[in-house]
C-alpha cells in the first residue's frame, strides 16, 4: 500500500490520541489555561471523561478504530461479525469511558439484534470517524469502501446522517489517495449524492470559514459531538490547513469539544494528503499503539 495510505491511518490515529488529555473541555480560555498549546500527548485529568489513561494512548472512539483495524488485518477484509465481536470484546469490562451510544449498542446486542440492526439512533459523529483501516484496505474497491464505510456506522449509530457522512468521508479519502488535493476531494465526495444529510450545507459552511481562526470557527459552527455542528468543523480543519497535519491538529485540540472524533477524520484526510514526511516523528514514536497498528498494516500490505 502506498506511503500516503500508511500516513493517513497513523493520522487518524494520532489526531484521536492528542485530544485525549483535553478531550470535551468546551471552554477554550480554561483549556488554554490548563494545558497550554498542545504540542504532543498529554495525560488526561485523574478526574475527566479519560482519568486513567496516559498520554499517547486512544480515547474510546480510537480503541474502537484500532478493534476495527484489528479485524480488517485479521479477516483480509470487513467483516461487520467479526468487528462486532471484536467491538463488543472491546467493551467487556473497558477501563475508559464509555458513551451513550456505546452503552444503547450494547443493550441492543444483549436483546439479541445481530449488528446490521444494532446501532442507537445517536447522531453523534463518532460513528462516522472510525473508517481510516478501511480506506486503507478497500480503496481499491469503491463499492466495497461505501458498503463497508455504511456498515460499521450502522452497527453503533444507525442514523442516517451519520450512515452518509461515512460514505462521504470514506469517498473524500479515497479521492485524496487518488490525487486530489484534500479540498477538491471533499467537493467530489460530495457529488455522489445522500438521502439524508445535508452535505452541501457542511461543505459551504466548512469551507466559508477556511480563512477564519480556527478557535473562532468551530465556536460558531459548534464544538459538539453531534453531527450537524461536528461535520461543517471538520471540513473547516481540512480545508484550512489541508497540508499542515501538526498545525490541523494541534488546533484541532485548542478549539475545545468533541476534538477527538474530528481529529480522527481531519487527520486522515490530511495525512492523506501529507504522506509519511507530514507526520511529526515524536507523535509517531509516541502512539501507545504503535506496533499493534504497524502489525495489523503490514498483514494488510502482504494481503493487498
Not at 457522512?165 to 489517495?177: D, I, N, Q, S, Y
Not at 439524508?196 to 465556536?219: C, F, H, K, M, R
Request: include cysteine; hydrophobic fraction near 45%; charge should be negative.
Amino acid at each position: 500500500m502506498s506511503d500516503n495510505a500508511r500516513a493517513m491511518v497513523w493520522a487518524s490515529f494520532m489526531g484521536d490520541a492528542l485530544a485525549l488529555g483535553p478531550h470535551w473541555e468546551y471552554d477554550t480560555v480554561a483549556l488554554a489555561d490548563r494545558f497550554g498549546q498542545i504540542a504532543g500527548y498529554v495525560d488526561p485529568p485523574a478526574d475527566g471523561y479519560h482519568g486513567g489513561k496516559k498520554a499517547g494512548e486512544l480515547t474510546h472512539y480510537g480503541d474502537q478504530t484500532l478493534a476495527l483495524l484489528d479485524s480488517l488485518a485479521a479477516c483480509g477484509g470487513f467483516d461487520l461479525d467479526d468487528f462486532a465481536i471484536r467491538w463488543r470484546k472491546l467493551f467487556a469490562g473497558y477501563a475508559g469511558y464509555v458513551d451513550g451510544a456505546t452503552r444503547m449498542t450494547l443493550k441492543i446486542f444483549d436483546f439479541g439484534e445481530g449488528p446490521a440492526n444494532s446501532g442507537s439512533n445517536s447522531n453523534d459523529l463518532a460513528g462516522a470517524a472510525r473508517i481510516a483501516p478501511l480506506v486503507f484496505a478497500l480503496a481499491h474497491d469503491l463499492p466495497a469502501l461505501v458498503d463497508a464505510a455504511r456498515s460499521q456506522a450502522k452497527m453503533t449509530h444507525n442514523h442516517a446522517r451519520v450512515i452518509e457522512a461515512a460514505e462521504f468521508f470514506a469517498r473524500a479519502a479515497r479521492a485524496v489517495l487518488g490525487g486530489k488535493t484534500p479540498v477538491d476531494a471533499l467537493r467530489l465526495a460530495a457529488e455522489a449524492g445522500y438521502a439524508s444529510a445535508p452535505i452541501g450545507q457542511w461543505l459551504a459552511a466548512g469551507l466559508n470559514s477556511a480563512e477564519d481562526d480556527t478557535v473562532d470557527a468551530i465556536a460558531a459552527l459548534g464544538q459538539t459531538c453531534h453531527i450537524d455542528e461536528a461535520m461543517p468543523a471538520v471540513i473547516h480543519l481540512v480545508a484550512r490547513y489541508p497540508y499542515d497535519l501538526s498545525g490541523c491538529l494541534r488546533q484541532n485540540v485548542m478549539a475545545g469539544g468533541d476534538s477527538a472524533a474530528r481529529g480522527l477524520l481531519a487527520g486522515m484526510l490530511v495525512g492523506a494528503a501529507t504522506g509519511r514526511d507530514g507526520l511529526p516523528e515524536p507523535w509517531l514514536a509516541g502512539l501507545a499503539a504503535r506496533e499493534r497498528i504497524e502489525a495489523d498494516l503490514q498483514t494488510l500490505d502482504v494481503r493487498s
